[in-house]
């Protein structure tokens, strides 16, 4: 089967590798919808934390069961997703049941080599199917479910200002599911296009350009002076992080879901008068992709929107380095296999 490794930062190349051979609790998906993510393009780049080379990325995934190996419920045939954070079941983590931060974890396409291939084994309580659901949607409830374990860890509650700083294919994500959950949401980028994106197809009523107006005075303004009593990292930017303690509301929450390498730096004076609190958002559990699936097949977010390219796999290795140029506009790169 053909394959694409990134050998090296910036550095792509196909290779045949011999078809995956089945252990038992394993079954057999042929890859037909890949999601480039922010992870992807990281590792790309060379900034991504957790990652080594050369590594087969892909973690976004939509598929046909070739073989389902005995795995309940689903049969050759069927369109699946996966998720991809694979767990020890063991580990302080995992008994806790927060199987998303696992002591022992590997993210496919991160610790493990991903899914830029045409056939991938994984284990079959990773599987997910839904018969109601494309394989597009089908590889887009991934990212969602990040943006959804987001939201669940930061509690939003209904009409409290939500600042979401990053308009990504995760923040997108993020927005969606505060606005389920009742939260006004705010979109803060310094990305003019994607903030118009924000606000139509999303409807986000308020959106912050952070090159072209002062972020707190805006703040104030949009909150009543009282600021965002929930701040949302997307970016995995270390100055847009850093720059997110300036946002929060006394008694506020932060919750960071981007991720980078560098150390977070801020005034403990003025985190800790106002009693905030800081928290990561890693992975997602099942309980976040049941979340996204039901609100899909409600039409409660309409994700297929996110997508402004389409690639066949055999053009991944030319398109690539486009996908990081702001200029092209990409939001969401679906590669398309056969």
Partial sequence: MKVLVCEAPGELSYAEKDLPVL????????????????????AYEGTQPYFTYPRILGHELSGEIVDANGADGLQKGDNVTIIPYFNCDKCIACRGEKPNCCVSMQVCG???????????????????GDKDLSLNQLALIEPLA???????????????????????????GVMEFARIAGGEVIALDINQSRLDFCKEPLN??????????????????????????????????????????????????????????GEIC?????FHKREATLMS??????ADFEHVINALKKGLIDPINYITHRVAFDHVKTEF???????NGVIKAMVEIA
């Fill in 266 to 270: 801020f005034s403990h004076p003025e």
């Fill in 23 to 42: 252990k038992k609790g394993e079954a057999l998906i042929q890859i037909k919808r890949i999601g480039i993510c922010g992870t992807d393009l990281h």
């Fill in 146 to 172: 990040i943006g959804a374990h987001g939201i669940r860890r930061a509690n939003v509650q209904q009409g409290e200002y939500v600042l979401v700083i990053g308009a990504g294919p995760i923040g997108l």
């Fill in 110 to 128: 991160v610790h493990i080599d991903g899914g830029m291939v045409e056939y991938l084994k994984v284990p079959h309580n990773a599987l997910i």
């Fill in 281 to 286: 958002s890693r992975n997602a559990t099942r």
């Fill in 321 to 327: 380095k486009n996908w990081l140029d702001p200029a």
């Fill in 204 to 261: 986000v009523t308020h959106t912050v350009n952070a090159l072209e107006a002062d972020v707190v005075a805006e703040l104030n303004r949009i909150t009543n002076s009282d600021m965002p009593t929930v701040v949302i990292d997307c970016t995995g930017s270390l100055k847009a992080i850093n720059n997110g303690f300036n946002y929060l509301a006394h008694g506020g929450r932060y919750v960071l879901v981007g991720l980078q390498k």
